[in-house]
């Protein structure tokens, strides 16, 4: 069962395809586009400009083609999302591509023109309307910029440019930036002017590729905070969206960056590399460590990848021809992306939760100031009124007021008493003095503790102006709402039809493509066997070849060594009848024991005689000799 569960939370990372049409310049070198999109079947068709016939398709998520609308893209793709965040869940949105692709217009685009404004303009606008759409709920907005240049952190809402800073992680928050500035924000019109400072603060530089290209990671994040009370008791939830704009990975061959653009240019890679790893080893299903310390980039987007966070991914890409390596780079770092699981949870009740800090602090300002405002002062005052004989008298009666009240009774009767101790002729001077000071000490108190209650109402005034109460638009919600579903009914059916259509036209695929495949391999398996039966056709007849060549040279060496035979035949006939006809019988013995056959040298050898062998043979008759010999040499033949 844990297992089961654990599944169920578990959603992987969404992955979106964005094609940009066509740069000007590219058009005026003549590049061809080698990209072709199906936006309804969410596939994408990268074409090898030198090699035809060596296609690469990708499936995704969502694809969007060269004409695609910024509001159709958010409404697709990022506005689920934002909602989740509104909930209380996390969400990252973090777009990845190639120097030049269009990654910044994503996720900016042009803020003066409506149809032009990017994916955190959008979200912008989403939060607040929700916010206004909400009845009964209290919320705090907080955003935060930061950039990684050179695997160094910047604040870019710090007026200090030059500080950098400190990673910390905790069990509750995750790993965050120390000391990074936050804003509290109310409206679309504030948060837009927090992105344009640090848009201003970003670094940014002209490279080959790019005019204004990014040389560095910037991270836009909205915290958002929501208290609802149920009964007695408040539930804040804490949604926290990062929105990434990741510098472009680069080849200094087509940037042709020196300096300190080729220095920016190699941190980006690697900091990128970094997180090409981290997304290698999530996928790995037997990785032992994901590296997350190897940058800073990928230490922030910890939770992002593979922890608490839906996450969506943004993969740029350019049409271009001459960028086809890069393009398949990125649509496969994309497609490998698709397959990290998150284990998203709403963050509910955060012990850090500054929304549970504001509201403590209001509160105990409330009853500050209500203990100094509050009844039980006693005054007088002096009232005219009609006697019972109709006569006009004046009396003095007492009454309970506030506090507030009561400085104000007590300023009056200060300022009526300085009159008329200046306006009294009989007082002395040193006396007139003193009773003055008096006064102007009791008036310089009530003066101070009436600053101190102001402050007071300032202060709170100012911590509830941060709070932004749901339903100030209470009476647009009804038709809003109606109609937002009715948008959401339409996708939701237009979303069902195209999953409906999609996932027949990939069952179909899947089909053909096995045809295709089972045709393929018995093509290819047909040609194989052809080719090894030629192949073993061809030894066969080298083989024949072979067994002719060597029956014709057996058969010539049989006739050479027969006739070798019949000299050697001939040669010892001869030989013999010289040997019987010529040498007596004795020089033949006494030659017969004188021969010894050499192993060595294959070689009959003859050895010299003693001195007694001679005396014997000289003592020997010479028929014996020769009787011996003969018998001895034909044994021996």
Not at 143 to 149: D, G, K, M, N, R
Not at 188 to 217: C, F, L, P, Q, W
Not at 481 to 501: G, S, V
């Amino acid at each position: 069962m844990p297992s089961e569960s654990k599944k169920k939370s578990e959603e992987t990372v969404r992955v979106v395809v964005r094609c940009r049409p066509l740069g000007h310049k590219e058009i005026d070198q003549g590049r061809q586009s080698c990209v072709e999109v199906d936006s309804d079947r969410g596939s994408i068709e990268v074409k090898h400009p030198g090699k035809p016939g060596q296609d690469k398709q990708f499936t995704f998520d969502y694809v969007f083609g060269q004409n695609s609308a910024q509001k159709d893209l958010y409404d697709t793709v990022f506005q689920p999302l934002v909602a989740s965040v509104l909930e209380g869940y996390n969400g990252t949105i973090f777009a990845y591509g190639q120097t030049g692709t269009g990654k910044t217009y994503t996720m900016q685009g042009n803020a003066t023109v409506q149809e032009q404004k990017g994916v955190i303009p959008n979200s912008f606008q989403q939060i607040f309307e929700h916010i206004k759409q909400t009845k009964g709920i209290q919320y705090l907005v907080r955003a935060s910029y930061l950039e990684i240049y050179q695997e160094e952190i910047r604040d870019l809402l710090s007026k200090d440019s030059k500080k950098r800073y400190e990673l910390k992680e905790n069990a509750d928050s995750g790993v965050t930036v120390k000391d990074l500035s936050s804003f509290v924000v109310k409206s679309v019109k504030e948060i837009e002017h927090v992105m344009n400072v640090g848009n201003t603060n970003r670094a940014t530089a002209y490279t080959d590729m790019n005019e204004r290209s990014s040389r560095s990671h910037a991270i836009f994040i909205t915290t958002i905070e929501c208290c609802e009370t149920m009964g007695t008791e408040n539930h804040i939830r804490v949604g926290k969206l990062n929105m990434v704009d990741l510098a472009g990975s680069e080849r200094q061959s087509k940037t042709h960056a020196s300096g300190e653009r080729f220095r920016e240019a190699t941190k980006i890679n690697l900091s990128l590399s970094a997180l090409g790893n981290v997304i290698h080893a999530l996928v790995e299903d037997n990785a032992q460590h994901i590296p997350y310390r190897d940058s800073k980039l990928t230490r922030l987007l910890q939770d992002s990848l593979g922890g608490n966070s839906r996450t969506v991914m943004v993969a740029n890409i350019g049409p271009a021809d001459y960028n086809y390596d890069e393009t398949i780079t990125t649509l496969r770092y994309a497609n490998r992306a698709k397959n990290i699981k998150n284990r998203p949870k709403i963050n509910e009740d955060p012990k850090d939760a500054l929304l549970r800090q504001f509201q403590s602090e209001i509160q105990r300002l409330k009853q500050i100031l209500e203990s100094k405002t509050q009844g039980g002062h006693t005054i007088k005052k002096r009232v005219r009124r009609v006697s019972d004989n109709g006569e006009e008298e004046e009396f003095e009666e007492e009454e309970t007021v506030g506090r507030e009240e009561y400085i104000k009774e007590q300023q009056k009767q200060l300022e009526a008493e300085k009159k008329k101790i200046s306006e009294n002729q009989s007082l002395i001077a040193e006396e007139k003095q003193h009773l003055m000071g008096e006064l102007d000490y009791r008036a310089r108190q009530l003066n101070d503790e009436a600053k101190a209650r102001d402050a007071l109402k300032l202060k709170l005034q100012s911590m509830e102006s941060k709070l932004i109460n749901g339903g100030d638009v209470i009476q647009k919600t009804a038709i809003m709402e109606k109609e937002l579903q009715e948008k959401q009914r339409k996708i939701a059916e237009e979303k069902r039809k195209a999953d409906a259509m999609r996932e027949s036209l990939k069952d179909k695929e899947e089909k053909a493509k096995e045809a295709k495949d089972t045709f393929n391999n018995l093509k290819a398996d047909v040609s194989s066997k052809t080719k090894k039966l030629t192949k073993l056709f061809h030894k066969l007849q080298n083989a024949e070849q072979e067994i002719k060549d060597l029956q014709e040279t057996q058969r010539q060496e049989i006739e050479d060594l027969t006739q070798t035979l019949h000299d050697l035949q001939r040669n010892l006939v001869t030989k013999q009848l010289v040997i019987n006809n010529f040498i007596p019988p004795c020089d033949q013995e006494m030659f017969y024991k004188r021969t010894q056959w050499d192993e060595a040298s294959n070689t009959w050898r003859i050895c010299r005689y003693e001195s007694e062998e001679l005396k014997e043979m000289v003592k020997a008759p010479a028929i014996c000799h020769s009787v011996t010999t003969t018998r001895n040499l034909s044994g021996r033949n």
